[in-house]
């Protein structure tokens, strides 16, 4: 399973993901990317009660993160590496994998809370 990473500007090293021939996924990353959350949100949740899917909890994750839920966006990157690690191709046309990019939001969230503790 390949699938695509669409570059963010909410989180440095994290992306927007969907797979690469779903025009939903595309969307939803679109929506998340014009700050359009809550709508992102409800196709994401629509999404997940067809299955567990990375791409749909690491976008889901990026909506958590950027309407203040960090912890609902640490849960979803927890869950992400406690599946098998997805490849993906990064928009730059590099590799990524699930669990990468997953790593990357746990890091940067814990950065976020050891500078907002100071």
């Given at each position: 399973?390949?699938?695509?990473?669409?570059?963010?500007?909410?989180?440095?090293?994290?992306?927007?993901?969907?797979?690469?021939?779903?025009?939903?996924?595309?969307?939803t990353a679109r929506e998340?990317?014009?700050?359009?959350?809550?709508?992102?949100?409800?196709?994401?949740?629509?999404?997940?009660?067809?299955?567990?899917?990375?791409?749909?909890?690491?976008?889901?994750?990026?909506?958590?993160?950027?309407t203040g839920r960090t912890?609902?966006?640490?849960?979803?990157?927890?869950?992400?590496?406690?599946?098998?690690?997805?490849?993906?191709?990064?928009?730059?046309?590099?590799?990524?994998?699930?669990?990468?990019?997953?790593?990357?939001?746990?890091?940067?969230?814990?950065?976020?809370?050891?500078?907002?503790?100071r």
């Amino acid at each position: 399973m390949s699938i695509k990473l669409v570059a963010s500007a909410l989180v440095p090293m994290l992306a927007m993901v969907s797979p690469a021939a779903a025009q939903d996924g595309t969307v939803t990353a679109r929506e998340i990317m014009s700050g359009a959350y809550a709508k992102a949100e409800q196709k994401l949740l629509t999404q997940m009660q067809t299955g567990v899917r990375p791409d749909v909890q690491l976008n889901l994750a990026a909506v958590y993160y950027a309407t203040g839920r960090t912890e609902q966006a640490r849960a979803l990157y927890r869950d992400v590496l406690a599946q098998a690690d997805v490849p993906m191709t990064v928009v730059s046309n590099r590799l990524a994998t699930s669990h990468a990019v997953a790593t990357a939001g746990l890091h940067y969230l814990d950065k976020r809370q050891q500078t907002a503790a100071r």
